[in-house]
């Protein structure tokens, strides 16, 4: 019996640091922004992808980035845990502009090991424990969206190959693929609403402070789950708010940059202006409860949550619009029927 008591304290100890590692909406304003994004797809999106089946899917993927979160493989907390969040401030103080920022990865972090490097009286030496390496770095939120946009976009065009000359198996497991990407992707675009995810300031406010703002560590948990708790905000009142997706426009830029990495930008740079604005309604106690004084704070969230199921809908609906028929595998297939028959 006591080995058992033991066991069950064990595993509620244990759950309640999982629960606490958890960061962005958490699972609950994740699932929000899941369900309705799913809402703002055009009639004609694929009807497979709308099943209850595929939404509940897609709800429960929504958290999966986190849950890669509560491994202590740093290899894999480094490499997911940056794309969740990107501090704007700290590319401006490496002297890297988000008008010109590279929409690839491995050249953006050449130019700010540079960058950091160059202005090193900007970057103070960090503090506490470093296990999975990351603290150097402000995070690659921008880039995981751009490029989850453009896996989806290539199962889409090898499920229209498919669809053309495949196996019924092939195409259901392509849309299989398609739904898990959906679901997954559905957190970091998620990270982007929330305004604690854009700034060096995702932890109570650092450095100078005219205005006070509150420098508690836990304003992010708080507006991650704990006010969407509290005041009870659900998907269903969000879903008034939001319009149907409609696809980004993706004819080449002059600077040769991906349009969906720049509208992503621009995403972010939105959700920016809403740091201060957040902070200033903690200060005013608007964000302290379900109570009639934070009904500006809960109206703030909600909005906060549209944004996210809006421009996921919007990206959704881009790689599917925008996919052509992988040419090379339709043509395989093609060979692989014809020496059927």
Known sequence: MKKHFFFLISCFVLGLISQSSLKAWNYAGHRMVALTALETL???????????EAKERIAFLSGEADRWRNTHDYPLQQYN??????????????????DTLTDFRYNFATQYAAGRLAHADKFPAQEG????HTREWPGMLPWAIAE?????????SYLKALQEAGRPEEIANAEANIIYMMG?????????????????????????????????YSIHSWIDAGFIAKAGITATELLPQV??????????????R?????????????TYAFVEPLYKLQKEGKLKNAGPESSEGRVFIKNQLVRGAEMLGTLWVTAWRHAKPDGYLRAELLKRKSGEN
């Open 184 to 216: 997954v992707m559905t957190h970091y675009v998620g990270d982007g609403a929330q305004p604690l995810h854009v700034t060096v300031h995702h932890h109570g406010w650092v450095g100078e402070n005219p205005q006070g703002y509150t420098t508690e």
């Open 42 to 52: 055009p009639a004609d999106f694929p009807a497979w992808a709308k099943t209850p």
């Open 243 to 256: 319009v149907e997706a409609k696809a980004l426009d993706l004819t080449p830029r002059s600077d040769h």
């Open 148 to 156: 989850y946009t453009a896996k989806i976009e290539s199962a889409f």
């Open 81 to 98: 845990g940056l794309d969740h969040y990107i501090d704007l401030e700290d590319l401006s103080y490496a002297g890297i502009s988000l």
């Open 129 to 132: 424990k470093n296990y999975d």
């Open 258 to 270: 991906d349009p969906v990495f720049v509208a992503t930008v621009q995403y972010l740079q939105g």
